[in-house]
C-alpha cells in the first residue's frame, strides 16, 4: 500500500530555532507538493516540484523558508530561524505530472513557542 | 484571481439524513474540480472529481456535479453515516495552459453525524 511519509509527525520548538521537515513521495511520482494548513488561512500551497526541479515557491516566505529534493525519494522543507506564526500543519503531497490525483501524507505538527 | 468558496461550518446531521455542501468558484477558463476528504489526525484524500462542464464526479455514495453556468460543484450524498464525520474541501486546478496540478481549496466545512 504506497504511502507519501513524513517526518516528524509532531515538533516542538522554541522561537528562533531550525526546523527541518521531512517528506518520503510515493515511489516513481514526479511531483511533490508542499501545503501549509491553519486555522486562519487554511490549506495553502508553499512550493511543488516536478521532476526534483521547483516549479513554483511563490507561496513560500523566501527569507526564512526552502524547500529542496535532494533525490527523487526525499524531499525537504526547512525553516530557519522559526517563529510562532509557523504553527500550522505542514503536509506533502506527490502524484504524477499530467494526473489530477495528488495524494497527501498524515503531516507534519509544528508548534513553535 | 481563482478561489473557491464553501458554506461555512459545521454541518450537524443525524445518520442516514440527506447531505449538502455548497461549493462554488471563481476561475479563469476551464478548471478541474475537486472534493478531498480529511479525518480527524489524516492528511486529505481525493473523493471525487470532474474535469469538464457537465461531468458528475462519484464516490462512496458522494456526488458533484461540475456546473460551469453557475460556478458550482455542490456536494451531496443521499444518507450519511457516522463514518462521514470530517473535514470537506472543495478545490480546484485552474485550466489555463494544462494541469500544472496546483490546487487552490476552499475553507472546509466540517460534517458531523450524529447516531
Known amino acids: 500500500d504506497a504511502r507519501v511519509t513524513q517526518t516528524p509527525r509532531h515538533k516542538v520548538t522554541e522561537m528562533g530555532q531550525e526546523v527541518t521537515m521531512r517528506c518520503q513521495p510515493i515511489?516513481?511520482?514526479?511531483?511533490v507538493f508542499w501545503y501549509r494548513q491553519t486555522m486562519m488561512q487554511g490549506l495553502e500551497l508553499l512550493a511543488y516540484?516536478?521532476?526534483?526541479?521547483?516549479?513554483?515557491d511563490s507561496g513560500m516566505p523566501k527569507d526564512r523558508f526552502s524547500a529542496e529534493m535532494p533525490d527523487a525519494t526525499l524531499a525537504t522543507l526547512k525553516i530557519q530561524p522559526s517563529e510562532p506564526r509557523d504553527s500550522a500543519v505542514y503536509f506533502c503531497?506527490?502524484?504524477?505530472?499530467?494526473?489530477?490525483?495528488?495524494?497527501f501524507g498524515p503531516g507534519t505538527r509544528l508548534t513553535v513557542t | 484571481g481563482d478561489s473557491v468558496t464553501q458554506m461555512e461550518g459545521p454541518v450537524t446531521l443525524s445518520e442516514e439524513a440527506f447531505l449538502t455542501i455548497n461549493c462554488t468558484y471563481t476561475?479563469?477558463?476551464?478548471?478541474?474540480l475537486f472534493w478531498y476528504v480529511q479525518y480527524p489526525g489524516e492528511g486529505l484524500q481525493l473523493l471525487l472529481k470532474?474535469?469538464?462542464?457537465?461531468d458528475k464526479g462519484s464516490n462512496k455514495g458522494f456526488e458533484a456535479t461540475y456546473r460551469k453556468e453557475t460556478t458550482s460543484f455542490h456536494l451531496e450524498k443521499g444518507s450519511v453515516q457516522v463514518s462521514d464525520s470530517a473535514v470537506y474541501f472543495c478545490?480546484?486546478?485552474?485550466?489555463?495552459?494544462?494541469?500544472?496540478?496546483?490546487?487552490?481549496f476552499g475553507q472546509g466545512t466540517t460534517l458531523q453525524v450524529k447516531p
Open positions: 503531497a506527490s502524484g504524477l505530472a499530467g494526473a489530477y490525483e495528488q495524494y
Open positions: 515511489l516513481g511520482h514526479n511531483t
Open positions: 516540484f516536478r521532476n526534483r526541479a521547483p516549479l513554483d
Open positions: 476561475a479563469t477558463g476551464y478548471p478541474s
Open positions: 470532474a474535469t469538464k462542464a457537465d
Open positions: 478545490a480546484l486546478i485552474p485550466g489555463a495552459r494544462g494541469n500544472t496540478g496546483k490546487l487552490i
